[in-house]
Nanobody, 114 residues
Framework: QVQFVESGGDLVQPGGSLRLSCAAS????????MGWYRQAPGNQRELVAQ???????NSVDSVKGRFTISRDNAKNTLYLQMNSLKPEDTAVYYC????????WGQGTQVTVSS
């Protein structure tokens, strides 16, 4: 069964940092490219960062230099270190494979506001 459990979201001031975690089921994690997606109110869900099974990373321009994606294959866990957060980073953040499976977790809310 495919399952993702995201955590680590919070309310943070602009310029602050957060670290998100995602626990993934073993049948999906180790062999797949994994990604962090986000969905802001009124917007479509977008892929913001991805990492291959071998550790090659990529991210969208809006988060380059601020967000770092990483993974621990032994723990089936995906991470997203977010620094220099901006109000426009406010969204619900989800993890999934790339391309995404049909299954989505509950996500974790990140709110950047003073």
């Amino acid at each position: 069964q495919v399952q993702f459990v995201e955590s680590g979201g919070d309310l943070v001031q602009p310029g602050g940092s957060l670290r998100l975690s995602c626990a993934a089921s073993t049948t999906i994690f180790s062999r797949r490219t994994m990604g962090w997606y986000r969905q802001a109110p009124g917007n479509q869900r977008e892929l913001v960062a991805q990492i291959s099974s071998g550790g090659i990373t990529n991210s969208v321009d809006s988060v380059k230099g601020r967000f770092t994606i990483s993974r621990d294959n032994a723990k089936n866990t995906l991470y997203l270190q977010m620094n220099s957060l901006k109000p426009e980073d406010t969204a619900v953040y989800y993890c999934n494979s790339v391309p995404a499976t049909y299954y989505w977790g509950q996500g974790t809310q990140v709110t950047v506001s003073s």
